[in-house]
């Protein structure tokens, strides 16, 4: 068994203590364990509630109609299946979902090697730009999924200083231009008290530079003392600037296939629409979601938003972290109605972040 399905039974196995659950094997239990397997891959794939004759038409399961009805009754008194209206057919509700994600998906759900392969061919043949790539991701996300795709720009987790230089303007004006170890660069101005020549400004950005070397902002804080007036004073707005950048939570949004997603009948409603487009809007959401919910590399599966976010009503997601800890991370998954391909979706983007966590670790020599 290979690493990454082995990680991914063990975040199901854990998920599920924590719930409570057991995993029942005696011969009734398994029956309708593959009957709940049966009714959410059908309706999955036509969005048609399934009832008992078509399922004893088209499956073998050794039993008559009226016992995959019982059987279909009893799942929906345990609460994973629903009927609607007055439709005779079953489809899942948000219980039944969480439990085949966590339970009924085998190795049938890890994308073809073929696929596997040509979706490595294409980050191949793309340009070596991050830009490049995660507009790449998103696209063969949204393609292999038949969902929208999202994916942050990687980031530090904590900013650490690369290099600065001060640039006489005009007069009393500087330019300081800041450049942080994962490639982010920050400029403002500043407005001295009276004109600086360019090679004093130059040798006070040397000797920075020299006294700043690979600090995080709590390390630049503790030199203020040890400072000029003026060096403190450059000193204290490179920490400022880096503590912004430590506080906030996702770069930007790379994104595809809303509008694909939004062709789709549970979307029909202004509400629904609404709830997916404030998902792509709210990186924050996505990173408190993903935080609470498991370890950084993990797979995470949210249905519904498990009972704790409203906005996530109706609404799956399929996350992702990708990067190096300790130099920078970001997150890419899927987002789409409940009724998803989870196994296809899971594996895609567990590949594509394996991908991307290949380019971060090119660029950071890892």
Known sequence: MSDQRL??????????????????MDGLVER??????????????TAQPVGSNNIAKQHDLGVSSATIR???????????????HTSAGRVPTDAGYRYFVRHLLGNDAELPSAERHEIRV??????????????????????????AALATAPRASKSYFKHMELVAIHDTKVLLVLVLQDGTVKQQLLDLDEPMEQNELSQISNELNDQMARADARSIAAKYPLLAPFSRQVALLVAETMERLDNTLSGQIYSDGLAQVLQAPEFAQSDNVRKIVQVFEQPSLLEQIFGEYTGENDIQVVIAGEGRFAELQNISLVLGRYGVADHATGLLGVIGPLRMSYGRTISAVRFVSALMSEMIEDIYGV
């Open 70 to 84: 019982n059987d279909l009754a009893a799942l929906e008194k345990e609460g994973l299946l629903t009927h609607p």
């Open 122 to 147: 294409q980050f191949k043949q793309a340009r070596n730009e991050l830009d490049q790539w995660l507009r790449l991701s998103t696209a063969t996300l949204a393609r292999t999924s038949q969902n």
């Open 32 to 45: 309708r364990r593959h009957l709940l397997h049966i009714v959410i891959q059908e309706y999955i794939e």
């Open 7 to 24: 990680d991914i039974r063990i975040v199901k196995a854990r998920q599920a203590t924590a719930m409570g659950e057991t995993m029942p």
